[in-house]
């Protein structure tokens, strides 16, 4: 039998009758005040022993709005709280204000102002600063080390601006203030209600995420909303993302993921870090991160990745779960929490989408496609090719790296493979990357193959010398585009927004300097001889295979395939020609269709081949985002000649047209209309509109009635606007039978 530990209140509320639990809370009440006197009779104990001349802090008062604004910080939610922190980056100044219970003399009466940060405080890490209050009215150390200066004095006043280190730990600070006078042996704390949050500062040249542009600052740092590019490569299209690195729970949510990694206070000082750290805890595979990945399609048990319209839907549920991690969330979602919490850090990021993206597993440099000699595919390696891949842009000097190599880092939070055992990518430097030069920290040689590896399509011969012939190298497919929003330009309605950033990951494919590139990643990695040997000799039968760039869904398509017998002789061709539903990793879900023929062409003969696939054959099999990917293989007996081409492409879907009614103006109502037409001959069910405007409304769905077959829906909602200024309004629009129907815009906000 379990017995009840002895002087423990187990059981208490069930077994003591009402008089006797009335009395022992009477009891422990009367302790506390008891206590409470004595504590009372200590201090003025202290007072008479020391001529009563204690010094204890009655107010102190941190301006925190007012400092916001030379901090830019001013645009956090949580300054607007009745029990709001300070929010201020380092490198800068901020003014604050102690009232006394009496008045002081600098000359007797000691002040300190003590910062910690940690569990334990330490001058030696950092982690607790020390600021004696002198007569000095000018500060005397440099901007690297915290400082303080005497602005005012009066009677029981004193005005005060303290400098913080331009390379101050970032985090959540707290203040205690220490007095002394010489007659008294013991010294009087006082604990600031208010917490002091530090972040970094890229307004400050002596902070290593310094950015000199102002339109560049704008928006990597304080832009609230942008752009994340997803498709295909040849129809690429901005998805409109709220960041909302603003939010409430924005800056407690990045605080968080500080603390529950295993990153130690001195390396928050240090941006390197941190995005390392940041990638890691976005995803949750390893660690207690934010949002777990999934891309099976089922989603059953949380929300699809798709429904998201930003991040602050994301990082408040993880805050609500007490950490536990948000379901589910691919690479463009990772990428876009991963910037609203290196923004709210004070770190300048941005999403960035390699259309065409290799997943080099095997850390060749290559992605390797094998076939056996009757030109079959082989499955030998888990090497694949990504529709797209979204990871981070984050700016920051490298002192850890030789001189050049600072500006844009890569950062990766989607988890695809392992770095120093945790599932984290980057910082890896865009100059290193584009040079090749992939020795240097951190996963270049992963970064650089996402961008520039080969394709190389590889044969089984036993005669050869390693056992396979290498017969084709595609040095041009792999990182077709590299995308982000431009700076400082908006457009809802199209994408004249984007810009094309390849230039810095990448030299000019084919040029020189692309090709020594190359050479310089191989030569690190030990694969030279990959890259050098020769391909099979000259074939003399053309294929050619006809891209689709896109097709609105409900429609059908054709698959083309053109061939031309360029020899005298004639030739035998057996081909596979076939249509699939791929996820967006480039992973196959279903057949849709597959032909495969036998021709025989005469000497320079041509031949077309042509195979139709319909809406009726494709739709019930398409998957996240209805990619598709067409795929030929041919092989020509007479020479074993083997040829394989594929094509991606996306089915497209309506737009959400978005209008508003009424002026716009803080704190009065105003109408929005949400419409598109159903463009399938089904009935739309499960219908669900997803809406999220900072300074609006916060995200939030609205389940919408059964939708008819090409019938035009229309949903109304009206918003009272509790910001002023640019706001940007996202929509979504999913149901069981059409997902990712999107719309924005901006409104102007008047006072």
């Known amino acids: 039998m379990a017995t009840r530990p002895r002087g423990s209140n187990y059981g208490r509320s069930r077994s003591m009758d009402p008089e006797k639990e009335h009395k022992i809370r009477e009891m422990e009440r009367l302790r506390e005040e008891y206590l409470k006197r004595k504590r009372e009779e200590m201090l003025r104990e202290q007072a008479l022993k020391s001529g009563g001349q204690t010094l204890e802090v009655d107010v102190v008062e941190l301006y925190a709005k007012d400092n916001a604004l030379d901090h830019n ?13 300070a929010i201020f980056r380092r490198g800068q100044l901020f003014y604050m204000c102690i009232r006394f219970k009496r008045n002081f003399d600098l000359s ?44 005012h004095q009066e009677q029981a006043i004193v005005h005060l601006q303290v400098q913080i280190a331009s390379k101050a730990i970032v985090g959540v600070w707290s203040l205690n203030i220490e007095t002394t006078h010489p007659s008294s042996t013991v010294p009087s704390h006082f604990q600031a209600s208010k917490n002091i949050y530090i972040l970094f500062n890229p307004w400050c040249k002596d902070d290593a995420v310094y950015m000199e542009d102002e339109k560049c600052r704008n928006e990597y740092v304080l832009n609230e909303s942008g752009k994340i590019f997803v498709g295909s490569h040849k129809a690429p299209k901005g998805r409109r993302w709220i960041y909302g690195q603003f939010s409430s729970a924005a800056l407690p949510a990045a605080m968080a993921i500080l603390e529950a990694s295993p990153l130690d206070y001195v390396g928050r000082a240090n941006p390197v870090k941190v995005v390392r750290t940041v990638s890691a805890m976005i995803n949750s595979e390893d660690d207690n991160g934010v949002l777990k990945g999934r891309w099976d399609g089922s989603y059953d048990d949380g929300s ?33 929490v991963c910037t609203t919490v290196c ?14 993206s290799a997943h080099d597993t095997d850390d060749t440099l290559t992605i390797d496609k094998f076939f056996d000699p009757k030109g079959e595919k082989m499955e030998l390696n888990d090497d694949s090719i990504w529709n797209y891949h979204v990871w981070n842009d984050c700016w920051m000097t490298r002192p850890d790296l030789p001189p050049g190599y600072g500006g844009w880092q890569a950062v990766d939070a989607t988890p695809q493979e392992t770095s120093d055992g945790v599932y984290q990518t980057g910082p890896a430097s865009l100059e290193a990357v584009r040079r090749g030069e992939v020795g240097f920290s951190y996963d270049s040689p992963f970064v650089f193959s996402e961008v520039n590896a080969d394709i190389i399509h590889w044969q089984k011969d036993d005669d050869a010398p390693i056992g396979w012939k290498k017969l ?63 391909a099979t000799g000259e074939e003399d039968v053309f294929f050619d295979m006809l891209e689709i760039d896109q097709i609105m869904i409900g429609e059908p398509f054709d698959i083309v395939l053109k061939i031309e017998n360029r020899s005298n002789s004639v030739r035998t061709i057996h081909s596979v020609m076939s249509a699939n539903t791929v996820y967006y990793t480039g992973i196959n879900a279903h057949v849709v269709k597959k032909e495969i023929r036998k021709l025989v062409l005469n000497p320079r003969q041509k031949e077309t081949l042509t195979i139709k ?54 704190g009065q109502p105003f109408d929005l209309i949400a ?19 900072p300074g609006l409304s916060e995200p939030h769905r609205f389940y919408f009635r059964d939708i008819n077959p090409k019938e035009t829906a229309v949903y109304k909602e009206s918003f009272v606007p509790f910001k002023e200024g640019k706001r940007n309004i996202v929509v979504m629009f999913s149901s069981r039978q059409l997902i990712e129907v999107q719309g924005s815009m901006e409104v102007e906000v008047t006072p």
Not at 73 to 85: E, H
Not at 677 to 686: A, K, S
């Open 675 to 693: 419409s598109f037409v159903n463009p399938l001959d089904r009935i739309l069910q499960d219908c669900v509109f997803i809406i999220e405007g």
């Open 472 to 534: 084709k190298t595609n040095k041009y497919h792999v990182g077709r585009f590299i995308l982000t929003k431009k700076a400082g330009v908006e457009d809802h309605k199209g994408d004249s927004d984007v810009e094309n950033i390849i230039n810095l990951y990448k030299n000019v494919e084919g040029t020189a300097e692309e090709r020594i590139a190359i050479r310089n990643a191989a030569t690190y990695g030990n694969f030279t001889e990959l890259f050098e040997m020769p």
């Open 343 to 356: 923004r709210a850090l004070g770190i300048p990021c941005r999403p960035v989408t390699n259309f065409v």
């Open 73 to 85: 910080t001013s645009r956090y939610d949580l300054l607007n709280g009745k029990d709001a922190p």
């Open 108 to 151: 007797q009466d000691k002040i300190k102002l003590i910062f910690l940060i940690g569990p334990q405080p330490q001058v030696s890490k950092g982690t607790l600063v020390q600021l004696p209050i002198t007569g000095n009215q000018s500060f005397t150390k440099p901007k690297s080390q915290w400082d303080i200066r005497l602005h």
């Open 613 to 666: 696939v319909t809406s009726q054959e494709y739709y019930d099999k398409l998957v996240d985002y209805s990619m598709m990917k067409i795929y030929a293989m041919a092989t020509v007996k007479e020479t074993r000649q083997t040829w394989t081409e594929e094509d991606d492409f996306a089915v497209e879907k309506p737009k959400l047209k978005l209008e508003v009614s009424g002026h716009i103006q803080v």
């Open 304 to 336: 699809a990745p798709w429904v998201w319209t930003g991040s602050t839907a994301i990082l408040e549920e993880y805050l609500r779960n007490g950490g536990n991690a948000v379901k589910y969330g691919q690479c463009w979602v990772f990428a876009g």
